[in-house]
């Protein structure tokens, strides 16, 4: 698995790839959003490696009323995952982890209220990945896809992946094991 992330505009991110069939087969409108995209200078978080694209993330700001069926979600900070895909060949090999951590260190950074994706359920490791990391299903839009949401107000501490990347506010110890040159030195540290 040679590649790496790297922020790419969508002008410089090859559409016809098959890497993007699946989402022109759920999505009819996407090569115009993607090229809407491309125009307005947009960028994405790509990890490329020596068979071209294999993940694809796009984190979009918004402060809008998300409408559900049932209801509508008030209008707050959010960060909205517009786009998240995998290639078949890193699916299981934990790269949807990095690629979701990146998206919640960068939810983090930017302090909006909260984080949001929308999926089909049809998706079932993409919604498993969502849930692991303390998303929660709030309701189904207008295309049928769940809206899965996380909240800066509701983390759950008792679960590493549900509370990641924040620390928990009483946190007392903590541990240090730095890596030097190809050595491991073990260092715990208690803090008070």
Not at 51 to 79: M, Q
Not at 154 to 169: E, T, W
Request: net charge positive; proline share 4%.
């Amino acid at each position: 698995m040679a590649g790496k992330f790297k922020w790419h505009k969508f002008s410089d991110v090859n559409l016809s790839d098959a890497f993007f069939d699946s989402l022109k087969e759920d999505y009819e409108e996407f090569p115009v959003w993607f090229n809407k995209k491309s125009v307005e200078g947009e960028y994405a978080l790509v990890f490329h490696d020596e068979e071209g694209i294999g993940a694809f993330i796009y984190l979009k700001k918004e402060n809008e009323p998300i409408a559900l069926s049932d209801k509508t979600l008030p209008a707050v900070p959010r960060v909205k995952i517009g786009t998240f895909r995998l290639a078949e060949r890193y699916r299981g090999l934990r790269l949807g982890e990095g690629a979701l951590g990146v998206s919640l260190w960068k939810w983090r950074d930017d302090k909006d209220e909260e984080i949001y994706v929308t999926v089909f359920e049809k998706h079932h490791e993409l919604v498993s990945l969502f849930q692991r990391f303390g998303f929660i299903c709030v309701g189904v839009n207008r295309r049928g896809e769940c809206v899965y949401l996380r909240s800066r107000t509701k983390i759950d501490f008792r679960d590493p992946y549900k509370s990641f990347p924040f620390i928990r506010p009483n946190f007392r110890k903590a541990g240090l094991l730095p890596i030097l040159k190809g050595f491991m030195i073990g260092y715990f540290h208690t803090l008070s």
